[in-house]
């Protein structure tokens, strides 16, 4: 009986800090750089995710995937992995 294994769009592949390969899809993910802005402009400015976004379209930020990191930083006071 053959295997079951999961489709390719499961896989993440990294090709660098950071960029990684996702659904076929190449995806930006938060330099340090980025993650300091963040929460200074989010702690002290009081921004919000959709104004993060806004303010940074060349970044190309999800929002789901900033959504997690503002969770993060308010659990922890910390944005480091």
């Known amino acids: 009986m053959r295997q079951k294994t999961a489709p390719f769009y499961f ?3 990294f090709l660098a ?3 990684i ?14 993650k300091i802005s963040i929460k200074n402009l989010y702690v002290y400015k009081g921004y919000s995710d ?6 940074f379209p ?5 929002l789901k995937k900033l959504n997690y990191l503002l969770k993060k930083l308010s659990e922890t006071d910390s944005t480091l992995t």
């Open 11 to 13: 896989f993440v592949y």
């Open 17 to 19: 800090d950071e960029l």
């Open 21 to 34: 390969m996702a659904e076929g899809q190449l995806i930006m993910v938060f330099s340090e750089d980025d």
């Open 50 to 55: 959709r104004q993060l976004i806004g303010d």
């Open 58 to 62: 060349e970044k190309g930020w999800k």
